[in-house]
């Protein structure tokens, strides 16, 4: 596990190029996992992402909300996301804060995820919802990988 700037890696994941982050509450990346390229990880309620967690281009992981009620402040809030083990979030994919996505879920291309996964299934849509079950359990190892060109 390697640990920078309030993120810790695990062993054979991959970054790609463009990642915005925001580190303040803390950003947990587990083993074998990709995060695709221009993808945003607000950490500022905390992201725990588990093991073999692909996440695809341009997924936005938003912690943090300004209180709409709050007319004197504009108060923030901050609520932590959970990537569990095997989960799949598609290109462009945005997930709401205090979200948790189940172990092996998937979350479709353009999905708006305001609700927790359960986990083993497929969800797609905005507000995202409910499409099938996937398939059997996840048993593979992503390999990390590096873009030839940037």
């Excluded at 997924?59 to 569990?84: Q, R, S």
């Excluded at 190892?141 to 060109?149: A, D, G, I, S, T």
Aim: charged share 20%.
């Amino acid at each position: 596990m390697h640990n920078l700037m309030g993120i810790s890696l695990g062993k054979e994941s991959s970054i790609l190029m463009g990642l915005r982050l925001y580190v303040k509450g803390g950003i947990s990346i587990g083993e074998h996992s990709v995060i695709d390229r221009d993808c945003v990880l607000d950490g500022r309620g905390g992201i725990e992402i588990g093991h073999n967690v692909n996440l695809a281009p341009e997924v936005m992981l938003l912690t943090a909300y300004h209180d709409p009620d709050d007319l004197e402040h504009f108060g923030g809030v901050e609520k932590p996301i959970v990537v569990e083990d095997y989960a799949w979030i598609a290109t462009r994919a945005m997930v709401l804060p205090g979200v948790h996505i189940g172990r092996g879920a998937v979350v479709g291309a353009g999905s708006v995820v305001t609700k927790n996964v359960a986990a083993g299934t497929i969800v797609a849509g905005n507000p995202a919802r409910f499409i099938r079950d996937r398939k059997g359990e996840p048993t593979y190892q992503l390999v990390p990988y590096k873009r030839l060109f940037h």
